[in-house]
């Protein structure tokens, strides 16, 4: 048989048909999605390039002196120092849990430093750098992770709430906050941070709908770093996140969360407007959480490490230190006491959480039920037994 029968033959039989059409098919998605990544790619508010090149967005424009420029890297340096100490500290057993921002930084100094004093933050667990922004020290975030406190700072003196664990709940708390700071008739702005995990949260839906419906001053602030724990975003959402915004009636936008010059304009720009009456805004920083979720998962089960190394490209203090330094902005001198400052931060970190009390374990069975409960009770004295039973291997080592 000749290949021209044979081929002859499958085209009777409709299998060279179904196959032409399959890998049409096939051809006509891969173009379309190449044309929609070109779409948001075009849509993402970018100022500052992963080469560390100075763009324009005809929207958001931004003009920042030099020692602007230089307090957002030593931010985005200290800020990343702390984080890594704090997870080396969990290692060794001084922390019980730490959520790492690595990769993040720029989404969240670059926002932190876009608000006014007046202003309100309702953070999750992992916006240690708006912490710092807001002038919360570091050490102080440390105290509920060792487990020896509840918060370990008065929201009120630094319009920065307690960190919710609780996901998506503090975009409610913020909604509610800011229809109270409405009805006083101040003109200040409150943000609400969460992930793109806790965006699939029906507290978040409900603070869509009630903020758009009062036209309340809030900014929803979501940073999307790709990875809900070890669930991907494309199987969250079918659509952007920041589209998500439209269907509420209220806008969104898409910006590059580790450019931290975008990260400031857009979020000054979204506050501005509530501040006027304008209502809510998603801003939806487009980042990469390099680390674990927390300490206590393990990225490399669910990650390709091609995909981080891509991202180890993007780095946000690096693209900033590329930029200033062909600007001129920096040299070696400030760029080494900006270092110097770092391991005084993370020396002075380490010292502290180490003077802080163990925690009390106890503690866990208090405040349950306010008259007590049969089944605590029975808890409590379980796991005291339990405890005991390592004193008394103790003792019999010792003996023996």
Avoid at 177 to 195: C, L, N, P, R, T
Avoid at 315 to 334: K, Q, S, W
Wanted: hydrophobic share 35%; glycine share 8%; proline share 4%.
């Amino acid at each position: 048989m000749t290949v021209e029968s044979t081929a002859q033959r499958k085209t009777t039989r409709g299998g060279s048909k179904r196959t032409t059409a399959k890998k049409a098919s096939s051809a006509k998605a891969k173009t379309t999605d190449n044309a929609a990544d070109q779409v948001e790619q075009d849509q993402l508010v970018q100022l500052l390039t992963p080469e560390g090149k100075r763009v324009e967005h005809p929207d958001y424009a931004i003009d920042l002196t030099p020692e602007e420029l230089r307090g957002l890297y030593r931010d985005m340096v200290l800020t990343r120092k702390f984080d890594a100490e704090a997870t080396t500290l969990q290692r060794q057993g001084e922390l019980g849990l730490w959520a790492s921002l690595l990769g993040q930084e720029a989404a969240q100094i670059g926002s932190g430093r876009a608000l006014r004093d007046d202003d309100y933050v309702f953070p999750t667990y992992r916006e240690h750098g708006v912490a710092w922004c807001r002038g919360v020290d570091p050490t102080n975030l440390l105290g509920m992770f060792r487990g020896v406190n509840n918060g370990g700072w008065d929201p009120n003196s630094n319009n920065f709430h307690l960190y919710t664990i609780v996901i998506g709940s503090q975009a409610l708390h913020a909604t509610g906050y800011a229809m109270g700071v409405q009805k006083d008739g101040a003109d200040s702005a409150v943000i609400a941070y969460f992930g793109d995990g806790a965006s699939s949260q029906g507290d978040v839906a409900e603070a869509f709908t009630f903020s758009a419906v009062y036209n309340s001053p809030v900014v929803f602030f979501c940073q999307n770093n790709q990875w809900a724990i070890s669930e991907p975003t494309e199987k969250q959402t079918r659509v952007p996140l920041y589209q998500r915004a439209r269907g509420y009636g209220f806008p969104g936008v898409r910006v590059d969360g580790n450019d931290v010059l975008a990260c400031l304009a857009v979020t000054k720009a979204a506050l501005e407007r509530a501040r006027t009456g304008q209502g809510p805004m998603l801003i939806e920083a487009f980042t990469y959480r390099m680390g674990a979720h927390t300490t206590s998962d393990d990225p490399t089960k669910y990650r390709a490490d091609e995909e981080t190394r891509a991202w180890e490209a993007k780095d946000p203090i690096l693209r900033l230190r590329t930029y200033l330094v062909a600007e001129g902005v920096v040299d070696d001198a400030y760029l080494a006491a900006v270092e110097a400052e770092s391991e005084a931060l993370g020396k002075r970190v380490r010292e502290t959480v180490r003077a802080m009390p163990d925690p009390d374990s106890m503690a866990i069975f208090e405040n349950i039920y306010a008259d007590g409960h049969a089944l605590v009770d029975e808890e409590r004295a379980q796991f005291a037994a339990y405890q005991a039973s390592f004193a008394d291997a103790d003792a019999v080592a010792e003996e023996n």
